[in-house]
């Protein structure tokens, strides 16, 4: 599932639309369709991995934040 994100996104990129656009239509296309047909490990295991990387993302965040507020030569 992820990797449809990703597909749509380059093909996006492909021919000059916007990413952001159809990686958000690619969501609201693959909740009809797609997270009803997969099996209930492949949902948990996919809501671990959201989860995962929603944390690390987080944490890069605050850390560039942190060390951009540390930055005395500003």
Do not use: R
């Not at 952001?20 to 997270?35: D, I, Q």
């Not at 959201?50 to 030569?73: H, K, N, P, Q, R």
């Amino acid at each position: 599932m992820i990797l449809m994100a990703y597909l749509s996104y380059m093909l996006a990129e492909l021919f000059s639309l916007s990413g952001v656009l159809t990686v958000f239509l690619c969501g609201v296309v693959m909740s009809h369709y797609t997270w009803h047909n997969v099996t209930e490990k492949s949902t948990l295991t996919t809501k671990h991995a959201f989860a995962t990387f929603s944390i690390i993302a987080e944490l890069f965040i605050f850390l560039y934040v942190g060390m951009d507020a540390l930055d005395i030569e500003k």
